[in-house]
């Protein structure tokens, strides 16, 4: 999903974008122009009219971009499968304010794959935030929901934020903590 930074788009149709820092669901109006500030994880920050907000990667035709792929399983595919691609589907969700995914910032703790008995799935996923007053809690929490609910077969994901233990710079992957400067 190449782009320069700060490139300028204007909305095609009407289209549902999440407002951040807080989560407000809004409607954008087709004629309003902005730029995208990141284009991570099949998802874009727009920055429109002051404020900044998150456009799913399914909508992304409203700002010209190439729709993101529906994630796909192999035939018969195990409980094991599909937690695999939970876990790469999580590793597609960003802060909208840091380059770094999710899971490369330590920030889910757990996820559990549970077959139903009509073959269909429940996902329950346990994360945290860097900080427990983090105002892009909502956002992200919405974010894996809907990249988890995404995978055939999977019925229904949980998402439950916990701060037991609490967030530190030590569950960074050693990528994330030179991307971010926290390498000491």
Request: negative net charge; charged residues 20%; hydrophobic residues 45%.
């Amino acid at each position: 999903m190449a782009h320069q930074e700060n490139e300028p788009f204007i909305i095609g149709r009407p289209v549902e974008a999440v407002m951040v820092p807080s989560g407000q669901s809004i409607t954008l109006q087709p004629g309003v122009a902005g730029f995208i500030t990141q284009a991570l994880g099949g998802s874009f920050t727009l920055y429109v009219e002051g404020n900044l907000y998150r456009l799913a990667g399914s909508q992304a035709d409203a700002i010209g971009k190439d729709v993101a792929m529906t994630p796909e399983l192999p035939p018969n595919a195990t409980e094991d499968d599909v937690r695999e691609l939970a876990w790469q589907q999580m590793r597609s969700c960003y802060d909208p304010e840091i380059p770094v995914n999710i899971v490369d910032l330590g920030l889910v703790y757990e996820c559990a794959v549970a077959t139903n008995e009509d073959g269909t799935r429940a996902v329950t996923v346990d994360m945290t935030l860097t900080a427990p007053g983090c105002g892009m809690g909502d956002v992200l929490v919405a974010d894996v929901r809907e990249k988890i609910e995404a995978i055939p077969t999977v019925q229904r994901a949980a998402v439950n934020l916990v701060f037991d233990p609490p967030w530190s710079r030590a569950m960074m992957s050693d990528a994330a903590k030179l991307q971010t400067g926290m390498m000491w």
